[in-house]
Nanobody
Framework: VQLQASGGGLVQPGGSLRLSCVAS????????MSWYRQAPGKQRELVAE???????NYADSVKGRFAISRDNGENTVYLQMNSLKPEDTAVYYC?????????WGQGSQVTVSS
């Protein structure tokens, strides 16, 4: 299983970005798709997750600003990030769970700065 993320970059405070992550390979049985982030000097933290029943969960710090969605037919998970703040600056990682196995994508840098 391979995960390919895209969509990071530099944005001003208050701006928006959309991250995408495509899963390929033996992806049968995906039951959870997530986004994590890791800021310099901090631990990796869960940002948002979506189950195969479309149940979502968000970190308190991003509720109301970020939205996670998925396209099951394309094995793709998205993270729409609005009203970005400097404290959202981090490397963002996509993650999927297939039954009990977990897979990570390469990081995508998001920098929020004026």
């Amino acid at each position: 299983v391979q995960l390919q993320a895209s969509g990071g970059g530099l944005v001003q405070p208050g701006g928006s970005l959309r991250l995408s992550c495509v899963a390929s390979g033996n992806t049968l049985g995906i039951n959870l798709m997530s986004w994590y982030r890791q800021a310099p000097g901090k631990q990796r933290e869960l940002v948002a997750e979506i189950t195969n029943f479309d149940t979502t969960n968000y970190a308190d710090s991003v509720k109301g600003r970020f939205a996670i969605s998925r396209d099951n037919g394309e094995n793709t998970v998205y993270l729409q990030m609005n009203s970005l703040k400097p404290e959202d600056t981090a490397v963002y990682y996509c993650h999927i769970r297939i039954v009990a196995s977990r897979y990570w994508g390469q990081g995508s840098q998001v920098t929020v700065s004026s």
